[in-house]
């Protein structure tokens, strides 16, 4: 491109930016995805690239994607987001929460161009759509199996940061182990990352030294259970992806995160017309959130408990947080019978009551 | 065979030829790994080094250019100054760190007020904290010999967790719905590092950066602390019969890329970061060592350096979307450029000799 080009092909970058209404539809679309960590990540970004790889294979040539990986959250994000915008990326999927500001920053310069920013909560121009997954759902059938599991009934948890998306997990996660053995006791560990093996290994090894035996984690790599096969008789989790590279060894079962039904569908309606923000939280009963295959080191009758569990859910007859349920405190929080609001969960920045320790402020 | 002799003198001729022959080495290497890798090499390395600057959207990159540079030039002339003494302060990233929670903090705490004099006391803030976090290497280093490239390293872990805390306690944003992460400063007009011409990516940090850049070049070639440090670096015994102070130096040099530091912090907080928030730094502190010694450790050399290493960045970043590269590609990329420049640097101080006869 040379020199006297650039400013003709500024004007034609932002016409071509802008020509593409998405009320009639179009022909073909350029979708473009933000990862936080490396596509071989086997967790988190794996599983988003995953719902990449979907688009691709259902609308073939009429979607275009391109993919960054490992942009850190802030500054660069920024400029990431405004070269794919001006690159003439249609749709832009950014998939972590501290992309949130970038996001709408961006989207506020380009209003032709469709942001979707997930597990966020701001949509401050209408081109931003935010999306979810009810995670803490997955999070009840595996609370189950862990408190029935436990020989030590001690349980432990690899948190990352202390946002309400991942107290609800740990509140939903505890509830249900206490509720299948009342014996258990829950030790968090707060990693302080979503992506750093080493540091997600050491907080494994912790809470193994303390007596651990059954290991969630909320952060993204293989290597919480790597760790736990360190060690006989300690087993945990797949979580984002199902890991099932670790199912003969400590992984007794997973929480799989499934974007490619949200992904084809928001591409989908981009290329057919029907394209509208919105605000989408999902849970197992949109398929959105999968729970990877129990294996045979849990008992059958448990097993046949926790399936039952994940149909209730996905049935819409159960909800995790149904009271009564006290704060940390022992203040009330849910009645006898009540469901808990969308709103409390994603606010919510207390532990259920019979957790010990505080949430870092 | 060949032999490596010492050379009397260094060479002027590779000081200076030094850089530009590792760039080319490192294109001609990075494009044989992204041919390996199925790429086009030419389209990959034109990607990198040459559409930021004239490419479609050089119009927007060239200012992202000036965005990644600054904070590296800032930190690289104060790490480059203590280097020419021999005094090694690894951990300008944990300097970075505090200077951006300390200008933060006094900005935040006074939120929302609105005086033209809050961003300047905030600046001032900002070079304090990066100079007190340099401060626990340089007397500890002072006082009880410990090692200074150790002491400062192992600050940056510790800065680290307080930056965490920071953002999840107490420089939380109180209306961020228990999110971590301070308040941002785009919606806090008063102590915002905006852009002083919009679009073109300058910022009071890129100002304060190219304005150091000089000021740090007068230092070494025309005043007695100048003098001191190159003396220091290349002769310590004759520098202590000059009159040189170990002591005092090691606290100026150490005092000044902390506060330079901190700084570079302080403006990236405020302008394009925007907040404090658990990812915040972004290893500019690391960085910047590699720009100190692509710049030859020289002020001026170093402003080059920087613009080239941030044109590895956003390049990089080109590539990786446009192309399909993985990331690990582009930074084993940027690690080429520091391994050839060491490799090369060799024949500055040595030279190759035919080896004749017996020894």
């Known amino acids: 491109m040379k020199r006297r080009n650039l400013l003709a092909s500024a004007a034609m970058g932002l016409l071509l930016a802008s020509g593409a209404s998405f009320a009639q539809g179009m022909d073909k679309v350029k979708a473009c995805f933000v990862y936080v960590g490396p596509i071989g990540d086997g967790g988190w970004t794996y599983q988003h690239h995953q719902g990449a790889l979907d688009v691709q294979k259902t609308f073939g040539d009429k979607v275009e994607i391109q993919y960054q990986e490992s942009v850190p959250e802030g500054a660069d994000a920024e400029r990431v987001l405004t070269q794919m915008a001006l690159g003439g990326c249609n749709i832009i999927f950014t998939t972590s929460f501290g992309y949130m500001d970038a996001t709408n920053a961006v989207a506020a310069k380009f209003p032709d161009v469709k942001f979707e920013h997930a597990t966020g909560f701001k949509r401050d121009s209408d081109n931003v759509s935010t999306y979810n997954a009810r995670f803490y759902e997955g999070r009840a059938v595996q609370g189950h199996i862990a408190g029935k599991m436990t020989k030590s009934n001690k349980i432990g948890y690899i948190a990352s940061f202390p946002i309400p998306e991942v107290i609800m997990g740990i509140n939903s996660y505890y509830l249900h182990a206490k509720k299948a053995n009342p014996a258990v006791e829950l030790s968090v560990v707060w990693a302080f990352t979503w992506f750093d093996p080493a540091k997600e290994a050491d907080a494994a090894k912790a809470l193994i030294d303390q007596g651990v035996d059954v290991i969630a984690a909320h952060t993204d790599s293989t290597a919480p259970l790597a760790e736990a096969a360190k060690t006989e008789g300690v087993i945990g989790f797949g979580q984002a992806s199902d890991m099932a590279a670790y199912a003969d060894g400590p992984r007794v079962s997973s929480i799989i995160d499934n974007w490619g039904p949200y992904y084809v569908k928001r591409v989908g309606a981009l290329l057919d017309g029907t394209y509208a923000q919105a605000d989408a939280w999902e849970g197992i009963a949109g398929g959105e959130v999968l729970i990877g295959d129990i294996t045979d080191k849990v008992p059958a009758d448990v097993k046949a408990e926790a399936e039952a569990l994940r149909d209730s859910i996905a049935a819409g007859t159960y909800h995790p947080f149904t009271g009564p349920i006290n704060k940390q405190d022992g203040s009330p929080w849910l009645a006898e019978g009540a469901t808990a609001p969308d709103g409390d969960l994603l606010g919510m920045n207390f532990y259920v009551e019979g957790i010990v320790g505080d949430i870092p402020q | ?359």
């Open chain 2, 1 to 359: 065979m060949f032999r490596l002799e010492k050379r009397p003198t260094p060479s002027k001729f590779w000081l200076y030829a030094t850089p530009p022959v590792a760039v080319i080495l490192t294109m001609i290497a990075g494009g044989i790994l992204f041919a390996a890798m199925g790429k086009n090499p030419f389209e990959v390395i034109r990607t990198i080094f040459w559409d930021p600057i004239f490419g479609e959207f050089a119009f927007y990159l060239r200012g992202q250019l000036l965005v990644k540079a600054g904070p590296l030039i800032l930190i690289a002339i104060g790490l480059a100054l203590g280097f020419r003494a021999g005094i090694w302060n690894i951990g300008a990233e944990g300097q970075y760190i505090m200077g951006a929670i300390v200008g933060a903090g006094v900005g935040l705490a006074v939120f929302p007020t609105e005086s033209r004099w809050i961003f300047p006391v905030m600046v001032v803030a900002g070079a304090f904290g990066g100079w007190a976090w340099a401060m626990i290497p340089a007397i500890l280093k002072t006082r009880f010999n410990t090692n200074e490239i150790l002491v400062s390293l192992m600050l940056v872990y510790v800065a680290e967790t307080i930056l965490a805390k920071a953002s999840t306690g107490f420089l939380k944003n109180p209306e961020g719905m228990g999110f971590p992460g301070s308040r941002n400063f785009s919606s806090y007009p008063a102590a915002q590092n905006a852009e002083l011409i919009a679009g073109s990516g300058l910022h009071w940090g890129g100002v304060a950066a190219l304005v150091t850049g000089v000021l740090a070049y007068i230092l070494l070639t025309r005043h007695q602390a100048g003098f001191q440090i190159k003396l220091a670096g290349q002769a310590p015994r004759a520098a202590r019969f000059h009159g040189v102070n170990p002591a005092r130096l090691v606290v100026m040099c150490m005092g000044i890329s902390g506060a330079l530091a901190g700084l570079a912090g302080l403006f990236e907080v405020t302008g394009p970061a925007g907040q404090i928030s658990i990812d915040f730094n972004t290893g500019y502190g690391f960085t910047a060592i590699i720009v100190a010694f692509l710049g030859r450790l020289n002020p001026l050399g170093i402003v080059l350096a920087g613009f080239l290493m941030a044109l590895t960045y956003v390049g990089g970043e080109m590539a990786a979307t446009n192309l399909g590269l993985p990331d690990a590609a582009i930074q084993v990329f940027q690690g080429m450029l520091l391994f050839f420049l060491l490799a090369v640097d060799v024949l500055t101080n040595y030279r190759f000799r035919l080896a004749v006869g017996a020894h």
